[in-house]
Every structure is written in C-alpha cells, then in structure tokens.
C-alpha cells in the first residue's frame, strides 16, 4: 500500500472551532476560579474521607465509621466531578440532528421481497422437509423439558399436607415433654408436635421438617372445662383442653397470636381470626376454612395423645383437595 | 534519512503529528476497527439536560452497586439448608439450630470485616434499584416518552421492573431468617394455589413439600446470582443500545424540535457529570449501609416453621401484592373433587398478570384509543394530556392504596381503631381514592392549561398606600434571574480556542459563529 493512499491527516484539522469567551462554551459558574478551587478542596476532603474509611478498616474500627467515612468520600469524589461537569465544562446547549432510521421504500421492498421469495422457494416448495423438521424440533423440546420436568423434584401424589397425628399420638412441646392434666391452667397456651417426629440431634430434641411444618398444632386450655366445638366433635376437648392446626388455612403461616379476652386466634400474617370456642371458624380476614381441630384424649400414663387424626388435609389450598 | 538519526524528544513529538500520542492510537484502531466516525459521533452523542432524565440512571448505578456488592458477598455466603449448631461471635445464638445459610449470614454481619456495611449497601441498593425504576417509569409514562418509535424499550423497562422485584424477594429470602422464610411459606402457597400446576410447580421448585427436601436455597442462590442478573445485564444493554439508536426524547423549548437533540455533549461534559452521580449514587447507598440498620438477621433467627413474629411486612415493592391479599375477600371455590383458593389466586396470581399484561400493552392501547401513529420525539408536558396524567394518577394511587393495605394490623393499632373497620376501609378505598384522584388530576391539568405563564417564577407586586390611604398595585421590576434564558443550541465545536492563533484564516469571531442571541422564554 502507497503512503499517500493510506496517510492518516497530520495536520490539524479545519473544523467549526469555537472561542473560550463563546456563552456554549464559557463557565456557567458566576466565578469560575472559586469554583475550581471549592472543586479541588472537595476532591481533597474526599481523599481525606478515603485514608480514614482505609484507617477504619485496617484498625477494625465500627462498621459505621468505614461505611460512614467510605460514603463521605465517595460523595465528595462525585460531588465535585459533577460540579466540575456543571460549572467548568462546555455548556451548551448544543444540537444534534436526529436521522431518520426508516429506510426508503425500495429498500423496505427489497427485504420484504427477500424473505416472501426465499421462504417461498426454500420452504413452501419442501412443504414435507419443513414438517419433519418442526416435529423434530417439537420433540426434542419435549424430551428436553423431561429433566426438568421430572429430575427436580417429587410428583405431588395423594399425600399433601398429610399429617403424622395417628391415633394415639401423644403430644409434645418444643423441648419434647409430654402434656398432662394440669401442664396448662385455664387461659394458657402452647405450640404442641407429634412425638413419633420428634428426634435428639446435637444433644438437643428436635422434629423433622414434617413435624414442624405440617404437624404444627397449637394446644390451648380454655376455663370452663370440656365442650363442644361444633355438632359431632363431642368428647374432644378434655379439662378444656382444644387443639386446631397452626397452618393457617390462608397461607399457612402459623396462626401464632391469641386473643384471649375474645378467644380468638389471629394469623399475623393477613390477619385471619379464628374463634376457637366454635370450631376454629373464620370470624375475620381473608382465611376461607376453618383451622383442623384435633381430637383429644389421655392414654394410660394420663399423658394428652390425639384420639383420632386430623380429619382433612392440614394448610392452604390447593387444585387437588377435593 | 539523516534526522532519524539523531532522535530527540522534539522530533520524536513532531513525527507523531499534532495530535501525539492519541492520534497514534487513533489511527493504529482506525486501521483495524474504523472507528473514527463513530468515536466522533459518540463524542458528539447529545444528552439533554432535564432533571428528571437522572432517574433511569440512578436504576442503572444502583445495579452497578448491586453487582458489585453482590460479588462480594456470593463469597462468603453458603447457600445451604442443611442444620447445624451456632457457634459464632454473636453470643444471644449461640447453642440455637440454624442453617449453614443463616449462619453465613450473621457470619458476614459480624465476622466478615466490612461485611455488615457490603451486606447493607447490597439491600439498601436493592431497595433504590426497584424504586428508581418505578419512578422512572412514571416519568416515561407521564411525559408520553413510551409512544412510537419507543414501544419496545417501555415493554424491557417493564420487564426489568418484574425482574428486579423477583430478584429482590429471592434475594432477601437466601438468609433463611424467620422473616423471610415466613414469606417463602407464603410465596408457596401462593404458586400452589394455581389450578392444575400449582401443586407440581411448587413440589418441584422446592423438592417436595414444605419445606422441601432443602432444595430450595442453593436454587435461589443461582437464580439470584446468576439467571435473573445476566437476564437484567442483557435487557439493561438492549434498553441502553435502543436508547442511543434512537437518541433521547426531549421537552419542547428553544430550538428543539421533532429532528434534534439539544443539550450537553457526551464528553466530556456528560461523561463527568454522570460519572460523578454513579459515585454519588454508590455514595448514598454507603452512607445508608453505614447509619441506617436494614434487615438484622440475627434478631430475628433462624426460619422455624412454626415460629413467627409480629408485623410481618415483606419489603416495600411486595408490598401492594401482600395489600392485595390482605383486602380479598375470603372467596374459596371448591366443587367436582377440587378446590381453587381463589382468595389466594386472584389477587397474587390473576391480579399482578393482568396487571403487567396491562402495563405491557399500554402504549398499543394509546396508539388504539388517540389513533396517533406519528414518531414522537417530543416530550408532553403532563398537564397537556390530562386523561393519561389522570389515569396514571389512579394507577400510582390504586397502587399506593394496595402498599397501605400491607400494614392493616400495624395502622389498626397506631391509631386505635378496629382491624375490622381498617379492612373495610380499604376495600372501599381501593376503588374510591383511584376515581376521586383521577378526577382531581385531570380537573387540575385543565385549569393549569389555562393558566397564563404557567411554569414560570412570579413576579413580586408592589402595595402602594397613598396619603389619602388608597392602595394601588404595581408588579415589581424583574430581578436577573427571573426568567428562564436560554441560549440558541448549536453544534458541538471540535476545537476549543483558548490562546487566540497566530492565522487568522481559520479563526472565529470571539463570539459565537451564529452570534449569540439570549432567548427569553
């Protein structure tokens, strides 16, 4: 290649120049000298902002001087490059003309034209060619949705929300001792599980994720003695002693607030209000079901067990509840 | 040649022409990539200078804190389910079952140095991130910047949105505290309230039923670390790429028309007042991470699922959905073997759809309803086109009905009035306060059309008592800054003449080429 077909310019070029004293480019600060020197203190006062938040951390000083000390710095930094940018930079207000991005119709023609006639040519006249290669396409999305379909987690069979509560189960609080006679006085409350999911890890009691998600049960004894929740549930509030889920049956939080002047229980999540003389029943907010009440009873050794399991599945809804 | 024999500094400069170092490299990538049209150009790129223009990019520099942020702590947090016995720094857990997850968490906080400040610039950014772009979505909206030609960048900017809010609940739910695993109970059983898939969905999401098989948070540590943000990265570039292709709109004013962009060049100009507002953006994120606690984790403990605690708000952007769901009506459908929680479905699942298809359709339904098919590069003032102002007026307020519906039980209490009458207020809120506030916004965009020097400072007047006691007005003369005075926009100069040159030839007036004429609007 000749040098002077591929000479770069080493001239200056001769283009639209503009003079300093021009208002576009001229200080749209009043006094330009004292803001560059306030810029310059600024940027000053940020490196000093930094050697601190630097210091702070070296010497594990509190998070708040680091972050403190840190943001200081980074805001003067900025600060005073916006200022800079404001005051002491061209200001315009320069103009940029838009061009037009539509093309003209010979080209938009000559596209549309490209595509109709190809596709024509290349697809419709291999009309065959083009199904197989679609169902093979439609196949291999199929298969290829198969892991995803099946390798992430269980099919949801019969069991939701399926709770451990047999017949017989005896109750237990969070450190896994049983409930007697007298373990509640009238007014009192507490969250119950069922012992056959309850285990010691870490020298410690512990349930399983069941135990503590599902099983959950909130065991509440109420003055007056036994009574009826609602027709057939007779005999299953011992002493006063009543037991419902703790899954709400909105969302399945648990319903851990209790109104005891009212007797309700209250989800602190959206507020659904459950009164437990009468069967748990929605008095309030957007819970549709009733908690589960658990039939209670004693065993031999005068422990609380459930007489019976939970008599519906436990929690929100879903498609498959019938 | 004999004067490369002797090479000094003065040759050496002078070999390299006038523009040294630079116009080396320039020529050296011009030669390969054919850059120097396009860096021109790009030099040249003219950003209009509007407040309300900063907004989309406080969204973007909050994701640059966020990324940034982000990498820091994906190295010390251990997405893991799996349970074990604390025993860290922070004695009130010491002894409790955590998971590795919680752990790491509190471990960050107060074992990482520097960690407790990363952790809450992180959450604080995520925080301004989503509003940012909501309110920078309004300005889209009001100022009609969402018309043709730039349908496509509204619908990512939408897009965007969800994801960013995705992205945050998913975040804020990786530390498995009792907070945020109170709304993963909740955001299980929303997914499972969905006919026909709900309970799959959710069975394979989580590896069985709640809780899960402990699936759960490794799969939402790399959708928050990796699916979603490279989602964000890739939209955010096609937002930005669309936004030079097609350059920026702009308000009406001196010398704007549908053809031009007026305002600052991009450098250095723009480049230094933007660089300076990314500092300053990470800055205010800093300052919030150092003085204002957000989300301590170790307050609450660990996630136990038959644990919870009072005034369960989720952060503020899930907040309108929770108000959704606090305000239904317990409506349950249950017939022919199945059961459809609709008090859960419509208002978490039917609702947001519809709400984002809304949303996402807007600007074809504009185009539909005026008939104005023109490319708009112009900007409305808001007050010019009261019905959208007005309907975007009741979307915002429907909307910030359904976020104060989210602390029913919190204002029930603070000012002492019953849960039962708070609930009802807002179910007849949600559809009252939109329609009074459309109402109010498009009466008031008329009466401000008719206003005479709307937008403009007024002027003092002058109360003149005579010494008969009569009182006349004058208005009083204007002072400098009184009006707004703009200057004609003109191309960008290549060259900026500080010493005069010695040739005239090439020279400009001392004042500018087309003469400097004040404009007074």
Known sequence: MSDTEHQPSRTRVPMPIAALSDPHIGDAARHPKRVEGLIALVFVASMVLFGISGAAYWQNWSPWIFGGALGGGLFLLGFGLTAWGKYLMPQGPFVEERHTLAKSPAERNALSAALVERTTVVVKRRRML????????????????????????????????????????????????????????????????????????????????QGLATDQTVLLRLPGGEFTTMPGREGWTPDGYVAYSKVCTHLGCPVGLYEQELELLVCPCHQSMFNIRNGAVPQFGPAPRPLPQLPLGYNDQGYLISTAPYDQPLGPAFFERS | MSDTAIRTKRSTKRAMGPYGQVGKIVDELDDRYGIAKVGRVALDKIFPDHWSFMLGEIALYSFVVLIATGIFLALFFVPSAHEIIYHGPYAPLRGQRVSEAYQSTVNISFSVRGGLLIRQMHHWAADIFVGAIIVHMARIFFTGAFRKPRELNWIIGILMLVLAVLEGFIGYSLP??????????????????????????????????????????????????????????????I???????????????????????????????????????????????????????????????????????????????????????????????????????????????????????????????????????????????PRDRPKRTAAG????SFMFTLFAASSTDVLANFFHVSLNATLWFFRIAIFVIPAIAAAVTYQLCKEMQGVHGIGKR??????????????????????????????????????????????????????SPTGVRQVTR
């Open chain 2, 176 to 237: 498995d505290d009792l907070i945020s695993g109170t709304g993963l109970r909740i955001g299980y059983s929303i997914a499972e309230s969905q006919p026909f898939i709900g309970s799959y969905m959710t069975s394979f999401l989580w590896g069985g039923q709640f809780p899960g098989d402990g699936s759960i948070i490794p799969r939402f540590f790399i959708i928050h670390v990796l699916i979603i943000p490279l989602a964000l990265l890739a939209l955010v570039s």
């Open chain 1, 130 to 209: 083009g199904g197989l290669f679609a169902a093979g396409a439609g196949i291999m999305g199929i298969v290829l949705a198969f892991p995803l379909l099946r390798s992430l987690g269980p099919v949801p069979k019969d069991e939701f929300d399926v709770s451990q509560w047999k017949a017989g189960t005896v109750l237990v609080d969070s450190n896994g001792r049983a409930i007697r006679k007298d373990t509640l006085v009238p007014g009192g409350l507490m969250t119950v599980y069922p012992r056959n999911q309850m285990y010691i890890e870490y020298g410690k009691v512990t349930f399983t994720d």
């Open chain 2, 458 to 511: 007024k002027r003092a007047v002058i109360v003149h008592r005579s010494a008969q006691g009569e009182y006349s007005t004058v208005p009083s003369a204007p002072r400098p800054d009184d009006e707004h005075v703009e200057l004609d926009p003109e191309p960008v100069p290549v060259r900026i003449d500080i010493e005069p040159l010695s040739n005239g030839a090439d020279r400009q007036p001392e004042t």
């Open chain 2, 393 to 396: 007026v009741a979307m915002f």
């Open chain 2, 239 to 381: 937002h930005l790429a669309l936004l030079v292709h097609q350059k920026h709109t702009q308000f009406r004013g001196e010398g704007r028309t549908e053809h031009n962009v007026v305002g600052s060049p991009m450098f250095p100009t723009f480049m230094a007042k933007t660089t300076g507002f990314l500092f300053m953006v990470a800055a205010v994120t800093a300052l919030l991470g150092a003085f204002a606690q957000i989300n301590p984790i170790w307050q609450f403990g660990s996630y136990d699922s038959s644990k919870i605690s009072y005034a369960v708000q989720p952060d503020w952007y899930m907040g309108m959905l929770d108000g959704a769901l606090r305000i239904m009506p317990s409506w349950e459908f249950a017939g022919v073997g199945h059961t459809v929680p609709l008090e859960v479905f419509l208002p978490a699942v039917v609702f947001p759809t519809m709400l984002i298809t809304f949303w996402l359709l807007y600007p074809t339904l504009e185009r539909r309803i005026t008939g104005d098919n023109e490319l708009h590069n112009l900007l409305d003032r």
